[in-house]
């Protein structure tokens, strides 16, 4: 069967600054949805979709020569809209689903997914907690044993039929930050490998500022 990616950059989010989206964004010249893609190049993959928000065609016509799947108002919608897409076609064993906004993968971390696919329908990698993780508010509230804590990253990597049958599953009302929740949902046991620090989601216009520094360091 078929391995394939599906990099969702349908945000309308711009506290990056400015009014560019996110993912339109230049790390080192280039838009971070093309960082993004070139990074999925990888020979277990074998075809790369992308799911971008209504209205943003011309931009993301000047970075790839991709047709576009188009998103909804929420990160859950915008992959199931891919999803349903890629139902269509048939052949499809494996789906990485990626977020635009985490745009250096390492090529290990894809490997090391395929690897855990093996033996379970979902993998995604994972960092230990290392700040203080509490409840906030007014003051401090109770503070979370961290030790028994992960942050869970993307790409998150799926039997094709299991999530796209956990996400036809899931009550749309439930907004679901990613995909590893809505297949845990249905009953899919997901793995867990070791993620990657230059996995973090940029957001902020200083996490952009730090990704441009890190691959100038990269590169000399
Ligand atoms: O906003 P956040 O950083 O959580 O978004 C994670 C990823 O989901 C981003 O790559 C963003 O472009 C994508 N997204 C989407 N459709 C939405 C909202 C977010 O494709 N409606």
Redesign the pocket.
């Known amino acids: 069967g078929r391995t394939v990616a599906l990099v969702?950059?349908?945000?309308s989010?711009t506290r990056a600054g400015g009014d560019v989206p996110?993912?339109y964004v230049p790390i080192a010249g280039r838009p971070m949805l093309a960082h993004a893609l070139a990074a999925l190049e990888h020979p277990a993959i074998d075809a790369v979709h992308v799911?971008i928000a209504p209205g943003q065609e011309a931009q993301f016509a000047g970075i790839s020569d991709i047709v576009p799947i188009l998103?909804?108002?929420?990160?859950q919608?915008?992959v199931r809209n891919g999803l349903e897409h890629l139902a269509a076609e048939s052949g499809i064993d494996r789906i990485f689903i990626h977020?635009?906004?985490r745009p250096f993968l390492p090529p290990v971390v894809i490997d090391r997914l395929l690897a855990a696919l093996e033996s379970a329908d979902g993998a995604v990698p994972v960092l230990p907690v290392v700040d203080t993780l509490a409840n906030g508010g007014d003051a401090l509230g109770d503070v979370a044993d961290r030790s028994a804590l992960v942050r869970v990253q993307t790409p998150q990597a799926f039997r094709f039929d299991a999530i796209l049958a956990a996400h036809r599953a899931w009550d749309g009302a439930a907004n679901a930050?990613d995909d590893a929740q809505i297949a845990r949902a249905a009953g899919i046991r997901v793995a867990l490998v070791e993620g990657d620090a230059m996995l973090d989601?940029l957001?902020y216009a200083q996490d952009f500022a730090r990704a441009e520094e890190r691959l100038g360091a990269r590169l000399v």
Do not use: N, P
């Not at 969702?8 to 945000?11: D, F, L, R, S």
């Not at 998103?71 to 990160?75: A, S």
């Open positions: 969702v950059a349908a945000g989010g996110k993912q799911v998103g909804g108002d929420t990160r919608q915008s977020d635009a906004a930050t989601k957001t």
